[in-house]
């Protein structure tokens, strides 16, 4: 027999066209039945789909959530770079198309889900494995299944679900399967990962050597995140797609809200809570060598991005690819002979409105926060209290902008005259490095005008985070091991989904609402969100409300998830993308000498990027390859 002539996905069908049905997978050359003989080669095969994943998911070209919201800035040299292919640019630019949609994983991902289904209809045939191991390992791939549904979900909406992989064959319109309603493909992730958790271990019972696989609290972890984007405005009751239909008819979204749908996330957030305090997963704290507190709650949200599977926060991550943030957003550093490195780029900044969400060190917004002057927040300061040493340059010039900010902003953001720990200082050196971005500085451009043929930063800021401050520059892939992880889902975000899920449920806050989402703040280093809204601001009541809380919730995911390719789905999914990815970025003058020059003269930034666009509702959900939707039968997403 020739099983492997037998298996065929829709999804291969609707990205190739009908010419796959007369290819063969190269992975069923070795007949499926020979291959799942062997424990050995049927654990490659497990193995092997998430590194399918992995490889798209951790992909800076692949994966557009990464530089696709409003989180960076880029010099153009970069931004139409063919050697590095920055995709998210694009999308942030409104340049996504339905011709070649950039960072499309259709066909990826459901050769995964193919590879999967035939890993669960032939795992029961292989002899030497124990029954446990079977039936852990078949729950595994059921919750990767479910994993990857939920990734095709929030980029597309409702997908087709395949239980099975089809039969050859059946008829070419066999193949063209409709798709299915929304809910129904959250209900269809919540049945997987339900069916799966059973025999999924928790983390500390697992092998190191599986430290890739979906633990029990990763697992928990993902159903209240599926649950709380089904919850969420995108795909609850949202008036953009009251139409929006299969060619049967079929309506393909609830046009109606369904308040319950928030209890079912705030429920499922609660239990996976639960589970983490079970087990060994907790925040990251745990520095306390640091000569002052500040330094060692900056070490600590650095540590936390910082895993070679080993990472008590992390729940679920992946290992990195080739193409990692550090090659743009480490400085270059031309006049430092000690500390340059002709590899990096620098150029890739984190924007002004993300240096501007960072809170204060009250913990409030630089807008809300009644001992910090917002007004004169682009104006020349100084800083004389021991609490910033190391971080800032005592008294020394300095923009107020970057003085009596949280911790997050310290570990996240470099800044002119600001300090930035570039390696492990000794009796002689000290790597703790004063960030001088004026022109002709070694952080500054050393061009006499802005170019786009060359890389250079154009805001004056740097990005900090997913680096580590011990790594030289000069050396800092020397550094690394090629086992460096990117967390897809981290402790801190479980307490998030609680703190939104319990708030937009519950007519009024209660500790529900604040007692996780203080935990997040403990560990950032500042106060609990009543305690700060109550003594430093003038709108002491905002806690006190569901539509302000929803707002400080908000910003609080912006600020501990920036630059983790969070924001660019939470806009989304809460529908307020059309209202801040259309919005100029802004910077400082990168071509000032001065510090009048530099700050433009204490007026405020200036424009530095107006090309990003985004149009509702086209936007909100990305689109099928035109030629896929005339083969496969589909409908095409709304405005592509």
Not at 83 to 97: E, N, P, S
Not at 290 to 298: A, D, E, F, I, V
Not at 354 to 376: C, F, K, Q, R
Not at 504 to 527: F, M, S, T
Request: charged share 25%; proline share 4%; with cysteine.
């Amino acid at each position: 027999m020739r099983k492997h002539l037998l298996y065929i996905l829709c999804g291969m069908l609707l990205l190739t066209g009908c010419d796959y049905l007369n290819r063969v997978p190269e992975k069923d050359i070795e007949t499926v039945e020979s291959l799942f003989e062997q424990r050995t080669k049927a654990e490659s095969w497990w193995k092997g789909l998430y590194g399918e994943v992995n490889t798209v998911l951790t992909s800076l070209t692949n994966n557009t959530s990464f530089l696709g919201a409003d989180e960076f800035v880029t010099c153009q040299a970069l931004y139409n770079s063919t050697t590095f292919r920055l995709d998210g640019l694009k999308v942030a630019d409104g340049l996504q198309m339905s011709q070649s949609p950039y960072g499309s994983l259709w066909y990826k991902m459901y050769t995964v889900i193919r590879n999967a289904n035939t890993f669960l209809e032939n795992i029961d045939n292989t002899y030497n494995i124990t029954d446990e191991d079977r039936e852990w390992w078949k729950a595994d791939v059921k919750a990767l299944k479910a994993f990857i549904y939920f990734e095709l979900v929030r980029r597309y909406g409702p997908i087709c679900l395949v239980p099975q992989n089809m039969p050859m064959e059946l008829d070419v319109s066999a193949y063209q399967l409709p798709r299915q309603h929304v809910d129904t493909c959250f209900k269809e992730i919540v049945r997987l990962l339900d069916e799966a958790a059973p025999y999924i271990p928790m983390h500390n019972q697992r092998d190191p050597a599986y430290g890739h696989t979906i633990c029990l609290e990763a697992l928990y972890a993902l159903k209240a995140k599926a649950l709380l984007y089904a919850a969420s405005p995108l795909f609850n009751g949202n008036a953009f797609y009251s139409d929006f239909k299969n060619k049967n008819g079929e309506l393909l979204f609830n046009s109606s809200y369904d308040r319950n749908k928030w209890l079912l996330a705030a429920e499922a957030a609660d239990k996976a809570a639960e589970i983490c305090a079970v087990g060994d997963r907790d925040l990251y704290t745990e520095e306390t060598t640091k000569k002052t507190k500040l330094l060692n709650q900056m070490n600590d949200i650095e540590s936390s991005m910082f895993s070679r599977f080993d990472n008590k926060e992390y729940l679920l991550e992946m290992k990195w690819g080739t193409l990692q943030f550090y090659r743009f957003t480490l400085p270059r550093l031309l006049d430092d002979e000690v500390n340059f490195n002709e590899s990096l780029l620098g150029c890739l900044s984190p924007s002004m409105k993300m240096v501007e969400m960072y809170y204060t060190s009250h913990g409030l917004p630089i807008d809300a926060d009644n001992s910090w002057s917002y007004a004169n927040r682009y104006k020349l300061g100084s800083e004389s209290s021991v609490t910033y040493e190391d971080v800032i340059p005592m008294n020394t010039s300095v923009v107020n902008l970057h003085l009596r900010r949280e911790p997050r902003f310290y570990a996240s953001i470099a800044g002119d005259r600001m300090y930035w720990q570039r390696g492990t200082n000794t009796a002689t050196r000290n790597y703790n490095l004063l960030v001088e971005a004026h022109k002709d500085e070694s952080w500054g451009t050393q061009e006499d005008f802005i170019v786009s043929n060359n890389w250079q930063n154009i805001n004056g800021y740097w990005l900090k985070k997913q680096t580590f401050g011990n790594f030289a520059t000069s050396n800092y892939v020397a550094n690394l091991k090629g086992q460096e992880t990117f967390p897809v889902l981290r402790l801190a975000e479980v307490y998030m989904m609680q703190a939104e899920a319990w708030n937009e449920y519950l007519e009024q806050p209660d500790n529900r609402v604040y007692d996780p989402l203080d935990k997040v703040r403990e560990r950032a280093g500042i106060l609990p969100v009543r305690e700060a809204w109550k003594t430093f601001s003038n709108f002491s009541s905002k806690v006190d409300t569901k539509v302000g809380m929803r707002e400080i919730i908000r910003q609080e995911y912006s600020i501990e998830f920036a630059f983790e390719g969070h924001r660019y789905w939470d806009i989304r999914r809460w529908t307020i993308a059309h209202q801040v990815m259309n919005e100029k970025q802004y910077g400082w003058n990168i071509l000032g000498t001065t510090f009048q020059t530099f700050y433009n003269n204490e007026n405020g930034p200036i424009v530095v990027w107006s090309k990003n666009k985004f149009v509702a509702p086209r936007d909100y959900l990305e689109p099928f390859n035109a030629e896929e939707i005339l083969i496969s039968g589909m409908v095409q997403n709304p405005g592509w």
